[in-house]
């Protein structure tokens, strides 16, 4: 299987992939059988010149990177090469008598590339990025139906108008709830979408009448101008800076129930709230607030003022002797021994182990977090400097203690990443000296603004060193019994 690094070389050269295929072909068959199938695979649709292969080679090209990050860019150019991987496995046929196929469907086919292509951006490497490219390759069709206004009935939902886009998208949102995306992503979305419409055939005339290459960009355009303003007057809390890390843990599947929404937050400093943001946190109606810092990190940038809430400070990371740790690379070392001010693969990950397995046992602070869902003490929020380390074995304890699966707890975990992305890679750009091309050493990195998933591997290895079962760690730890874990489950689940 090619790397990582040789795949993007292919994929986002500034060369078009539509005149180096035949020269690079062999190497992109290693990534799954699933990517050789598309070679000559006729499609046998009115919209599709192309076979699957080329089509999905001119989806790559015509991404433009004019109105995107360097980011955003690479990104929907390795989701454009996933985008209709899927459809072969969809597909379904309408023959003539004598059996000559004279249609293709492929119903289904965004969320089978999602899926066959998860495992492929797994094998590459592509974890920490996972969570944006899933979106990006299922939704990729989401738009492809609506027409313009005077083309269909005036109550059609089909038809491009914002009350239409934005019902399409928050139910999207819903569904899938909670989520990093909002009306941005969706936004960043129509770029793929635009080039899948230049892939398609020049002039189309099917049973519902003429379509064309260009009506279908236009139509792109139009919703792109929609979720424009969407996104410019979203007063939801996903329109809140991705790098505070604020989100909530209602939607989370537990078997066939679900986390109530609008009770449990999780977020980085509330000191980083604007005016606008904190009265979208304010109208959420936080009762407690749960503040896993030392008293050196809330000195530096104090909570504001939540009306109505009650404020516990009770650091999360204690050193042996019971004095709170800060996360400043001079208290780090004074504490481990471990020096972090120089990045680095060896420091990086004995801080990690040092630092996840000493969260996990004897935390006042989380037993806290758990005396306030028993007491109903909610909505609640607990939060930390950038959200994603202390409130995150917090928030990995609250979804343990309702029941959920290792994948609830590590999809919640990773999703640091697609909120803190751009932190991330400011940071990683800011030292590509200090890793150069050891892809080891940037993975290990980016825990410096992100999360790796290694360190749920931790958090549940430690936990295990003590404990057979996460129940007897619940209610060794805190005090969780049978009886107090299904109350909690009555309370929070429906």
Not at 110 to 122: G, N, Q, T
Not at 159 to 181: G, Q
Request: aromatic share 10%.
């Amino acid at each position: 299987m090619i790397t990582k690094k040789r795949f993007e070389e292919i994929i986002c050269s500034e060369e078009p992939l539509a005149d180096r295929i035949d020269d690079v072909w062999d190497e992109l068959c290693t990534l799954s059988d699933d990517v050789a199938v598309m070679k000559d695979y006729d499609q046998h649709n009115a919209y599709h010149c192309y076979d699957l292969r080329m089509h999905t080679v001119y989806t790559v090209d015509y991404v433009k990177r004019e109105g995107l990050t360097e980011e955003e860019y690479r990104m929907l150019k390795i989701a454009a090469f996933f985008h209709d991987i899927g459809k072969p496995n969809t597909m379904t046929e309408v023959l003539d008598e004598n059996g000559n196929v004279l249609k293709r469907s492929f119903a289904g086919h965004p969320r089978e590339s999602r899926d066959i292509s998860d495992a492929i951006l797994r094998k590459l490497g592509y974890t920490q990025e996972l969570e944006m490219l899933r979106f990006y390759i299922s939704c990729h069709d989401m738009f492809m139906h609506f027409m313009k206004p005077e083309k269909v009935a005036p109550e059609s939902r089909l038809a491009i108008l914002p009350v239409n886009v934005n019902r399409i998208v928050r139910r999207w949102i819903s569904r899938h709830k909670p989520t990093a995306v909002g009306y941005r992503d969706f936004y960043i979305l129509t770029w793929l979408c635009e080039a899948d419409g230049m892939a398609h055939a020049e002039y189309v005339v099917t049973p519902k009448g003429t379509d064309s290459r260009a009506e279908i960009v236009e139509r792109m355009l139009m919703i792109r101008a929609i979720l424009k303003t969407l996104y410019e007057e979203d007063s939801t809390i996903e329109s809140i800076n991705h790098s505070i890390n604020f989100r909530e843990l209602g939607g989370y599947p537990i078997e066939d129930r679900k986390i109530i929404s609008g009770i449990f937050f999780r977020s980085g400093a509330l000191a980083d709230l604007n005016e606008r943001e904190r009265e979208l946190v304010h109208q959420q109606g936080i009762r407690t607030i749960i503040d896993l810092r030392s008293e050196y990190e809330r000195s530096r940038k104090p909570d504001p003022v939540m009306p109505d809430a009650q404020y516990y400070h009770m650091s999360a990371f204690m050193g042996e002797d019971g004095t709170e740790l800060d996360f400043s690379p001079e208290g780090i070392e004074k504490a481990t021994g471990i020096d972090v001010s120089v990045p680095g693969e060896q420091s990086m990950n004995a801080f990690l182990h040092y630092m996840y397995s000493s969260l996990v046992f004897g935390s006042k602070a989380y037993k806290e977090m758990f005396d306030a869902m028993l007491e109903e003490r909610v909505p609640m929020l607990i939060h930390c400097t950038a959200g994603k380390d202390r409130t995150g074995v917090g928030s990995m304890l609250i979804l343990m203690a309702l029941g959920a699966d290792e994948r609830v707890l590590r999809k919640d975990y990773m999703m640091t990443n697609a909120y803190r992305w751009d932190d991330v890679q400011r940071f990683l750009k800011a030292h590509k000296k200090d890793y150069g091309d050891n892809m080891e050493m940037r993975d290990a990195m980016i825990a410096f603004e992100g999360v790796r998933e290694e360190a749920v591997d931790i958090v549940l290895k430690t936990i295990y060193s003590r404990y057979d079962s996460i129940g007897s760690y619940l209610e060794g730890e805190f005090g969780l019994d049978d009886l107090a874990i299904q109350r909690l489950q009555e309370m929070y689940l429906e």
